[in-house]
């Protein structure tokens, strides 16, 4: 099978290059799962942009600089806000339907734009709150009718086809698509295309606790990484402060608009503790509220703590939240009238495969968009509703350099290697797959968490060592399946976050190390760039990790 544009991935970031895309060429589009299944589905509280007269590039610039903790690339920033209403436009002409003010004409586009933590202003365009299922309705609808594009669904992509592992002549390294795994037949297929866009999404499942569905497991960083593509700032892990806490909610999020509309949070006995822990309390940056959230709970052995909006009109409530207060009514919870009890969750990876303003990847052909990338537009810290955005205006870059680069280069396919199973059986014990793939997440969970430490750091670094040797043995003996190509992966994903942990010793943004609890803006204002094949040197690094205590509480607010 070949086409012109292969996208992995059909989220926002995907399905938004898909049909740029398919204005040029023949385009594929996988999915792991259906349609429209992704974490832009589940998108709650809306897309930052400057949409009121009283906003201004300026001020969202400087929004997500100061989020970034200095760390955001000035232009990224710049290039993403100054684009961001132009790409929202598309969507609306495509039928998205954001909320309007009350009583407003929908002829005049007069938005009700929420105002979330770490925002100046009121610029969160939104759909009630759930705006990524009212664009992923929109752009699903608009990818069905476009006759240039095929979505392969249940379809899972295993490593990119770079040239230059087969052929070494091949300089420099060229990607021309990727061996797929059908999740329903086992069958694995090559499918060959003259540009890629790796938009696989976020790592969610690396954690215990995620507020990311079960597709995000982090493929398209790994697949990125093993073709040779640097990946940078997978340090910076944010943990959204409030998952619904119940047993048999599975990550249900309570967005942070709630805040944004006066929610407070409390203790079990009732004390409302932000400002304790910020002047702007309740609308301080998630990373703060999470780190609050978590302290909390571990000084006082809480398993979880309240955010309360029952003061606020019943009416509005349940008008302005209509999806929260039904999914929580199902667990017996009136957020009219009750406090809800939440807990912080792994919840947007900052960090990913490292790409120029366009998209591009150091690997020619392969181009990355949406969570999966990173871009420069976050830092240290993403501002809340920035994902959807860079996922929107990088989707689009992305497309018109692959075009670009199609219309220029003809080169055409070469000759690739089928997939080669070598000598692998079926496997009867699918229980070490389980068994590597929770000690992975708790592991990440406890030590490389919202609190990390350098002890911590080493024994993670450690324990991650001896479960990629062993899932490395498996996976060679064993014929794969989605859930082993996951749990490799995830491996992986693990790896690079522990790796860059250990390098960063200073604490910025989403990264806190209780060692280095300071920001050390002489050694540390850069990112975190780990380069395929250069050596890590974990001798030295965790030596002198070793040697550090740990176990300093957290400093006194
Ligand atoms: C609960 C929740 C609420 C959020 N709320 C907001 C919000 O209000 N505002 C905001 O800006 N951001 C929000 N975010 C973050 C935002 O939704 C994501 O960052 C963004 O949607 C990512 O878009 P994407 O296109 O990169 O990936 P996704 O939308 O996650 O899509 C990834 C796609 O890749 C596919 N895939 C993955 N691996 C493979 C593989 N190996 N082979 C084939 N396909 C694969 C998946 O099936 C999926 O289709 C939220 C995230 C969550 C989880």
Known sequence: ?????????????????????AQAGSVIVLSKDRLPESATNYAQGGIASVWSPQDSFEEHSKDTMGAGADLCHAEVVDLVVREGPERIRDLIALGTNFSLRAGSDPEDHDYDLAREGGHSRRRILHATDATGREIMRALVEAVRHEPNIRVLER??????????????????????GAYVLDLDSGAVRRIAARATLLATGGAGKVYLYTSNPDVASGDGVAMAYRAGVPVGNMEFIQFHPTCLFHQQAKSFLISEALRGEGAILRRPDGDAFMSRYDPRAELAPRDIVARAIDNEMKVHGYEHVYLDISHREPQFVRQRFPSIHANCLRF??????????????????????????????????LFAAGEVAMTGLHGANRLASNSLLEALVFGHRA???????????????????????????????????????DEIRRLMWNYVGIMRSNRRLARAF???????????????????????????????????IIKS????????????????????????RRDTVLVPGEPFSPGAELDALLHHSAGAPLPAH
Request: charged residues 25%.
């Open 501 to 524: 942990a250990i390098r960063r010793r200073e604490s910025r943004g989403l990264h806190y190390n209780i060692d280095y609890p300071q920001r050390d803006d002489v050694h540390w």
């Open 332 to 365: 017996g919870i009136d957020i009219t009238t009750q406090p809800i009890p939440v807990v912080p969750a792994a919840h947007y990876c900052c960090g990913g495969a490292v790409t120029d303003i366009n998209g591009a990847t150091a690997v020619r052909r």
């Open 462 to 496: 450690k324990r991650i060592a001896l479960l990629q040797e062993e899932i490395r043995e498996y996976y060679w003996d064993f014929l794969i399946t989605g859930d082993l190509i996951e749990l490799r992966n995830i491996a992986l994903v693990a790896e690079l």
């Open 155 to 176: 379809q899972m992509a295993i490593d990119l086809l770079i040239d230059a592992k087969f052929d070494r002549a091949a300089q420099p390294p060229s990607c021309w």
């Open 399 to 437: 497309s018109l350099a692959a075009r670009a680069l199609l219309h220029h280069d003809r080169t055409p396919v070469p000759a690739l290697p089928d997939w080669n199973p070598g000598r692998a059986v079926n496997s009867d014990e699918s229980v070490v797959v389980t068994q590597n793939w």
């Open 1 to 21: 099978m070949r086409c012109d544009f292969m996208v992995i991935g059909s989220g926002l970031a995907g399905l938004t290059f898909a049909r740029k895309a």
